[in-house]
């Protein structure tokens, strides 16, 4: 559904919904039989001020489905609201949705809570203000309901957004992957063709529904019958799998829609990949799919798999085969996710679904991954990303699933551009930092190669989560145990050293020579008796979340027998992660034995795999923190700031300091004073308001330092000592000078540098780190409170009481970020930070208009 502001070019729309509405919705909604609207009627209801008086719609497929306005009267805080929706799209949630924006306009202009005249009889309408979270208070008087609707987004109404969101998107990309007919459009009879090659892999994984080759040129496809377009397919068809010339998708498209098919798969290339003519096109093929109501995966891609029993779909041109599992798989790349899909399955894992996701011009990674939160055959989730496409919603969406589903992502190439239109951000807060802090805030596993890919997906897919970095090695040689000891310190891990109780087992069982340390060297002669005891001790050691176990050929070779030993005492419990390391050649098949326990050729392998993973456990099991609540009062007054400072110009502009302060005020924080003058008796009067001692800069220089020759006079006390110092620094840095910028002087305290800056597709990147070091560390904005104090932690001198007063501009910071959009690029340096508070002293802010949607209404509520 596309939602919108209502607009007086919308009367048509509304004058078709009205005649299609039973008589009793239209008495719901005006309390009189109204069967046709009058040209008044329409006037009143198409024209808005989008203030006072605001509406949205909905459309699908060209149909207006649903109106939710507000009309508030005259001197009053709350509004009037009402909402009408098709009764053809009853209970699909239609008027939630318009609600929850509805609500939201109606806070940005100040409307305070929502009320409702309401028939008894109307139980949908009521229904609709319990679902949307918000607090309800209802009485019952003169005949009919009066509904108070409280407007402000709680905790329970957000949760309620989110879900209703994620189920949304969820039942969305079913249509796509649990399909109970599908279409080929473009089959062939050609072998070696695209057409034939989709078409006969459905038929050989064995579809569990009907497939239809549509080809307009042929009466049967592979001994099937063939319709010339899918409005000749005489069944219903849920997915549709495009393979035709790109210059014929769109017509395909419209043919679907008439048809009513759900879902589609365009695996027809020539869109965005083939050049700007492509992307337009692929530009007008999105709108249209949107439009109709419809969704894609695709174009360019390679299709799309499920291996679920009652689907079995194979839409797909690729050869692999995968086998059922409990992995989903994104591919960003067809390509690469079949060499995923076929390494998975030399390693045994199979796959609940698999996406080539192509262009990505509709369905999404975020979109895939609210559909595996739900998917109750899905344990753990791999992506490889070229590039992000709204990472916002990634961030949010990816936080909330890694809590129960793993998520392993390879983002290739650190020299690639980041985003989708191929920008690249320098700097601390630049591209791979940013991609970096994102997933690392959000629980994602980032992994460098398709062979950490593969590598952390075997571990998750058949071992317990490490409880904490505690690592035991055993090995019959000491080589190997020395190198996999330090490849473990090097992926964070730690090998404490063994109980009194595992020692003292291990010694009464172990062979004489046997090292009964951390590692464990069991000697060349050590046999499965051997191995299968120590491992046992060590996996009931409760100092030890994780053990890897490493083998070396002997003669006689005993690959197999220890394979079998480490299986069988990893098999006894479910609360340790076992690794095993088989180095050197073994007999084929002589691995077979291990089952469920990831075996690795060398121990490094095995030590990055279980770092990253430990690493997750550690995450998921710490607390998330909260965001703090949006103070609606800060933000209204911080987007006047912006919206008064940008008024009149184009492109982008840098405030002045005072302006700056303004702007940082909203939002409670308290930068020193400050003024801009013009001349020697300019700043003794402003020194006379902000009060001595002061500093004098000039905030020409690009590289100021703390003296006059470098542009900063210090402590200045006094009338006279300012006049000389401002004609000394005139001297030396003429224009620089003007205008002079005097600042009251700090209080003395650890200097901190803070930056944020606004990336075109991550939105803003909060960087905190000590003051003219360079070295900043990054976090996506919004923070948790728990995020801030944990980047807090990685500044070094501070006492506790500093920490919470840095902590709290920190979380200042990251609303204010939030609030107003056009904030491109904010620097704080230094702020001063001390147990009496965190003060800002020189500010840098720039703001833009922010363009990226060209109504104003949509975004504000951006």
Not at 316 to 331: N, W
Not at 336 to 358: C, K, M, P, Y
Not at 499 to 526: C, D, I, K, M, Y
Not at 841 to 853: G, K
């Amino acid at each position: 559904m596309h939602v919108r502001p209502i607009v007086p070019d919308d009367a048509a729309l509304i004058v078709d919904f009205h005649a299609r509405q039973s008589p009793e919705s239209i008495y719901f909604r005006y309390f009189s039989p109204r069967p046709t609207l009058t040209e008044r009627d329409l006037e009143r209801f198409t024209n808005v001020d989008y203030t006072d008086r605001m509406a949205f719609v909905g459309i699908i497929a060209g149909e207006l489905v649903g109106i939710a306005r507000y009309d508030r009267p005259p001197g009053r805080r709350d509004a009037e609201v009402a909402f009408f929706t098709d009764d053809g799209h009853a209970g699909r949630g239609i008027a939630t949705v318009l609600l929850e924006y509805l609500a939201a306009a109606a806070r940005d202009a100040g409307v305070t809570g929502f009320t409702a005249t309401v028939l008894p009889q109307n139980r949908r309408m009521l229904s609709v203000f319990k679902q949307a979270g918000f607090a309800v208070t209802s009485h019952f008087a003169d005949g009919v309901i009066e509904v108070e609707l409280a407007i402000e987004p709680t905790e329970e109404a957000l949760a309620a957004m989110d879900a209703r969101a994620a189920a949304s998107e969820a039942r969305s990309v079913a249509r796509i992957l649990v399909p109970r007919s599908v279409a080929v459009v473009g089959a062939s009879r050609r072998v070696g063709t695209l057409g034939h090659a989709v078409f006969r892999r459905l038929i050989e994984a064995g579809f569990d529904g009907p497939v239809y080759p549509v080809n307009s040129e042929a009466d049967h496809v592979g001994s099937v019958r063939a319709y010339p377009s899918v409005l000749d397919v005489p069944d219903d068809i849920d997915l549709a799998v495009l393979v035709v010339p790109a210059d014929q998708v769109l017509d395909v498209v419209e043919d679907c829609a008439r048809k009513q098919v759900r879902g589609l798969v365009v695996i027809s290339a020539g869109f965005a990949e083939s050049g700007p003519e492509g992307a337009e096109e692929e530009r007008r093929l999105v709108e249209r799919v949107r439009s109709l109501g419809l969704r894609m995966v695709g174009p360019n891609t390679m299709g799309v798999v499920n291996t679920a029993p009652g689907v079995r779909l194979h839409a797909s041109f690729t050869e692999v085969m995968p086998a059922p599992g409990r992995i989903g798989v994104l591919s960003q790349s067809g390509t690469i996710g079949a060499a995923v899909l076929d390494e998975l399955g030399r390693h045994g894992l199979g796959v609940s679904t698999f996406v080539a996701a192509g262009n990505r011009a509709d369905v999404s990674g975020n979109d895939l991954l609210q559909y595996w939160e739900q998917d109750e055959r899905t344990d753990v989730v791999l992506l490889y990303l070229e590039s992000f496409g709204n990472p916002r919603n990634f961030a949010r969406i990816a936080r909330r699933v890694a809590i129960h589903t793993p998520i392993v992502a390879v983002k290739p190439n650190r020299l690639t551009p980041l985003t989708d239109d191929g920008t690249v951000d320098g700097g601390t807060d630049g591209p791979e930092v940013a991609i970096d802090a994102l997933l690392g805030q959000t629980g994602v596993i980032r992994v460098e190669t398709l062979e950490q890919l593969v590598d952390a997906a075997r571990v998750l897919a058949n071992q317990p989560l490490p409880r904490g970095r505690r690592v035991a090695l055993v090995s019959n040689f000491w080589g190997p145990a020395v190198l996999a000891a330090d490849a473990c310190i090097a992926a964070g891990l730690e090998l404490p050293p063994l109980s009194a109780e595992t020692s003292e087992r291990l010694r009464e069982t172990l062979r004489p020579g046997a090292r009964v340390t951390n590692p464990v060297e069991l000697t060349s002669e050590a046999g499965p008796r051997e191995y299968g005891a120590t491992m046992a001790a060590l996996i009931e050691d409760a100092g030890v979340d994780a053990v890897l176990a490493l083998y070396a050929p002997t003669i006689p070779d005993r690959t197999g027998e220890i394979a079998r030993a480490v299986a069988g005492a990893a098999s006894t419990q479910a609360t340790t992660t076992v690794l095993a390391s088989f180095l050197g050649p073994h007999p084929p098949g002589a691995l077979d034995g291990l089952g469920p326990v990831p075996a690795f050729a060398f121990p490094e392998a095995a030590a990055i795999a279980l770092g990253r993973i430990c690493r997750y456990a550690m995450w998921r099991n710490r607390p998330a923190g909260a965001v703090p609540d949006v103070d609606q009062a800060e933000s209204v007054a911080a987007r006047a700031v912006a919206a008064a400072a940008l008024d009149g110009r184009d492109g982008s502009i840098v405030l002045d300091p005072v302006a700056a302060r303004e702007l940082l005020a909203t939002h409670g924080i308290d930068a020193v004073r400050q003024r801009l003058v013009d001349g020697e008796e300019d700043a003794v009067a402003a020194a006379a308001e902000i009060g001595y001692p002061v500093a004098l800069k000039a905030p020409g220089l690009t590289r100021p330092a703390k003296t006059e020759a470098g542009g900063v006079a210090v402590d200045v006390h006094g009338d006279d000592e300012l006049r000389r110092a401002f004609v000394r620094m005139a001297d030396l840095h003429g224009a620089a000078m003007q205008p002079a910028l005097l600042q009251a002087m700090g209080r003395s305290g650890t200097d901190v540098e803070l930056v944020v800056r606004q990336h075109p597709t991550f939105g803003s990147v909060l960087s905190l780190g000590p003051a003219g070091t360079g070295a900043l560390e990054p976090r996506v904005v919004p923070l948790t409170d728990l995020d801030a104090e944990r980047l807090v932690d990685g500044v070094a001198g501070l006492d506790p009481e500093a920490a919470a007063c840095l902590a709290e501009l920190v979380l200042r910071l990251s609303a204010l970020a939030v609030a107003v959009p056009e904030l491109v690029e904010l620097r704080l340096d230094p702020v001063l930070v001390s147990s009496t508070g965190a003060v800002p002293t020189d500010l840098h802010v720039r703001l833009e208009h922010w363009t990226r949607q060209s109504d104003p209404l949509v975004r504000r509520l951006a």
